[in-house]
């Protein structure tokens, strides 16, 4: 901590309060009044972490107030202002620990930091302040401290402690730069300069306007895009919070006109979903006027900006996949040059949904399937194919899955399709169900015993799996379940006989019939 001017003062004057009015003399060679007061009740002292406040700055400051008053406080006060020598907003301060602060108005009176909290004798209440010098003037900041509502108050009901002086310290102006370079004859003029110590920016003038023609510059090279053809001069100045420097040394430069020619690539890659910006440039003089033609993915626009230049700039959305190729053309008066552009997006593959399919055996069948990504998926399928049936990848990101399903072949077949490429691999599963007609493989006859039991299994192809029904007469005691396809029962007594009947096996695709003959013997 700093104690600040505490040694200075010891005179009682007006109202208990000495004031001293002295000169300090800052690092940038100003002089600032000082202002300092102080009680002969010596009941408080204030230190600080500050030495000043550089102008034009945010600074934050650590503050102890310490109780000499011998006895209990209840609370302290600390008030910062300007002193009337120049207005600074109230919005400007503040105040970090304090239990209430509050704003006051006029010229010297900035606010009020409260710290409600009981101060015993010789120990110390601490805050923080952050001061806002944005006036940018060499103005003091004063901070006072006091107690309140102790057993013993001055005529205000206070306990005047220490004021602290805080000089803001405004830097001097920095130096001229030196050492201003430029190639002539140019197209599109270069400046490079030294850097100069203390500067923050720097301002570019040009010819005799006495208004630069661009400010805040912070590197140490400039480019002047946008200048008519002819002889121009140019020179540089420093600038800081204390001001602007004079004038570096002048260069002259003959602008010469030109064809336009571009001077980024012709081709750029980016990923699907990824914010991306490229940036087309020309060279030219006048400024080329830039143009396109040709579509973009979606997501992604085309700017011109006016300047010889042009943004491609978006995130690929939607359906953007692969290549786009676009013409681009940068003209002014003494020609048009034109490039073809193409613009990639990789993709990681996602397959377009397939839905299940239903085909018929024995009939010619063709499937095509889709995807997107870049580069082009390998798209491959890992569950067994209906006899007759195959997949070619046709290396375009979509592949066919064809031919003639065999006869005999019919049921439900799930298929696992899988798309990879350099960005990942999407998988998609999907049914082909191979539609077949019933074909009944049981024989055609059977006998049983009066009074033994009958089972019999009709059997048969096709797909969905058939239906049955029966027409005829069968023994008494003998049915036949159509759901199944079972002959069941036990014939009785005085059935024996011959029985001719016709079992139908049906599914959504057709129907067979066969003569069937069950004996009784």
């Not at 406040?53 to 006060?77: D, M, Q, Y």
Request: charged share 10%.
């Amino acid at each position: 901590m700093r104690k600040v001017f505490r040694s200075l003062v010891k005179n009682v004057g007006l109202r208990g309060i000495t004031v001293l009015a002295a000169a300090l003399v800052t690092a940038s060679g100003l002089t600032t009044a000082v202002v300092f007061a102080d009680t002969t009740s010596d009941n408080g002292d204030v230190t600080t972490s500050c030495d000043s406040i550089p102008a034009s700055s945010s600074t934050s400051c650590h503050f102890v107030f310490t109780n000499n008053a011998g006895e209990l406080l209840k609370s302290v006060s600390f008030e910062i202002s300007d002193y009337g020598v120049l207005p600074v907003s109230t919005s400007n301060i503040e105040p970090v620990g304090c239990s209430r602060y509050h704003a006051t108005s006029g010229d010297n009176g900035l606010g009020w930091c409260v710290i409600d909290s009981t101060i015993p004798a010789g120990s110390s209440a601490e805050f923080d302040v952050t001061i806002d010098s944005d006036n940018g003037a060499n103005a003091p900041i004063l901070i006072h401290g006091w107690s309140t509502q102790a057993q013993n108050p001055d005529s205000d009901g206070n306990d005047q402690g220490d004021t602290l002086y805080l000089p803001i310290v405004v830097p001097p102006a920095p130096a001229v730069p030196t050492n201003l370079v430029a190639t002539s004859p140019a197209q599109t003029p270069v400046l490079n300069w030294d850097p100069v110590l203390g500067a923050n920016s720097y301002n570019i003038y040009r010819d005799s306007s006495p208004t630069p023609i661009s400010t805040g510059i912070t590197g140490t090279s400039y480019t002047d895009n946008d200048v008519t053809p002819g002889s121009h001069i140019y020179y540089v100045t420093a600038v800081n919070a204390g001001g602007e420097s004079g004038q570096s040394n002048s260069v002259t430069v003959l602008v010469v006109s030109s064809a336009p020619t571009f001077t980024s690539t012709a081709s750029d890659t980016e990923s699907y979903g990824v914010p991306f910006s490229f940036n087309v440039t020309t060279t030219g003089n006048p400024t080329p006027t830039i143009s396109k033609t040709g579509g973009l993915p979606p997501g992604v626009t085309f700017t011109k900006n006016g300047d010889g230049t042009a943004t491609i700039a978006g995130t690929p959305s939607g359906s953007a996949n692969g290549t786009y190729a676009i013409t681009i053309k940068g003209s002014n008066e003494f020609g048009t040059a034109t490039q073809d552009f193409v613009l990639t997006i990789n993709r990681a593959p996602s397959i377009t949904t397939i839905q299940n399919k239903n085909i018929d055996a024995g009939s010619p069948y063709s499937l095509t399937i889709k995807t997107k990504g870049y580069n082009y998926p390998t798209i491959t399928e890992s569950d067994t194919l209906p006899n007759g049936l195959m997949l070619t990848d046709n290396g375009d990101g979509t592949a066919t899955i064809s031919g003639t399903p065999a006869v005999g072949s019919g049921g439900q077949y799930p298929i696992t399709i899988m798309a990879s490429n350099q960005f990942g691999t999407d998988t998609q599963t999907f049914n082909i169900n191979v539609d077949e007609a019933p074909v009944i493989t049981s024989a055609d006859n059977t006998s049983v015993a009066v009074g033994t039991a009958l089972s019999f299994q009709v059997t048969s192809t096709g797909f969905p799996a058939p239906n049955y029904s029966i027409t005829g007469t069968l023994p008494a005691g003998v049915t036949f379940h159509t759901g199944t396809g079972i002959l069941s029962g036990t014939p009785k007594a005085g059935t024996a006989g011959t029985y001719p009947v016709t079992i139908t096996a049906t599914n959504s695709t057709g129907a067979v019939s066969q003569s069937f003959t069950l004996t009784v013997t």
